[in-house]
């Protein structure tokens, strides 16, 4: 049975994206059979996965739409279910929305290890489809004055959701992103590791160039720069990810 995993906050950009995809094609190349969805009307993982994102054949739009949906197959076990700018036309509408992910990924899931899900910044409906529909949630962080707080407020969230909609939800764990070698950042990262603890991951993010072009060429970063100081790390996440969220 797949294991479905939402990669979340509610802040934007703080790397959700960047780490869904790398994540994705990272465990896919290890031999994990895995769909990505992007549940975002802003479709960075589309643009990110398809050369042409306007001509997507899969458009989660369709599973909130109850239309049948078959993933994209994008490389050797590696699936994907995209996302367009229309899907922020349905995001507030009806609340039965908030079941509707759940509901198609019952019927897929014994296809795939993974599920990995890609949300948008926001606390509305189509975050708590994604939350709904999930064993785990991966929260990215970009270290920052405000990130306490925001992290309070997913926290909150999450036990809401627990509470009412997914009792068998779990964080899997809190990882730290775009992280710089300044006095700020430390301290910051001091700070979350007081009150977070073990939800922290052990390996963060730095800060690096690569990222941020690896995607405009469709490339991961372990095609785009496998001898980089990015790609080490990431593949430390991935044993930690594959640890944390056993199969
Ligand atoms: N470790 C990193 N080093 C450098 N740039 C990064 C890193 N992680 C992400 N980025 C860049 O930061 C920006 C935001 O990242 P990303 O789009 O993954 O965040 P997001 O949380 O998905 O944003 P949104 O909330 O808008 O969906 C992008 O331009 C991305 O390329
Ligand atoms: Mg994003």
Redesign the pocket.
């Known amino acids: 049975m797949g294991v479905t995993v939402s990669i979340t906050?509610q802040?934007?950009?703080?790397?959700?994206?960047?780490?869904t995809f790398n994540t994705a094609i990272g465990l896919a190349e290890q031999g994990y059979k895995i769909l990505a969805i992007d549940n975002?009307p802003?479709g960075?993982l589309t643009s990110a996965f398809l050369e042409q994102p306007e001509n997507l054949s899969a458009d989660i739009f369709s599973i909130y739409s109850d239309e049948t949906v078959i993933p994209i197959q994008i490389q050797e076990n590696l699936f994907f279910i995209g996302a367009t700018i229309s899907l922020s036309r349905i995001s507030e509408s009806d609340f039965d929305l908030v079941f509707k992910l759940k509901e198609y990924l019952e019927g897929i899931k014994q296809n795939y290890d993974y599920i990995l899900i890609?949300c948008?910044?926001s606390f509305g409906y189509l975050n708590l489809s994604a939350l709904n529909a999930s064993d785990y949630v991966v929260i990215?962080v970009k270290p920052a004055p405000f990130a306490l707080r925001g992290l309070k407020d997913l926290f909150d969230t999450i036990k809401k959701t627990q509470k009412r909609l997914n009792p068998t939800l779990k964080i899997a764990g809190i990882v730290l992103?775009?992280l710089e070698k300044t006095v700020l950042h430390g301290d910051i990262q001091k700070v979350l590791q007081e009150e977070y603890g073990d939800y922290i991951f052990n390996i963060s993010?730095?800060?690096?160039?690569k990222?941020?072009e690896s995607?405009a060429f469709n490339e991961s970063i372990f095609k785009y720069a496998p001898q980089s100081k990015?790609t080490q790390q990431f593949n430390q996440f991935l044993r930690e990810f594959l640890v944390r969220i056993a199969l």
Do not use: A, M, R
């Open positions: 906050n802040k934007g950009g703080v790397g959700k994206t960047t780490i975002d802003q960075n890609d948008l910044p990215p992103n775009l993010l730095s800060k690096g160039v990222f941020e995607p990015q």
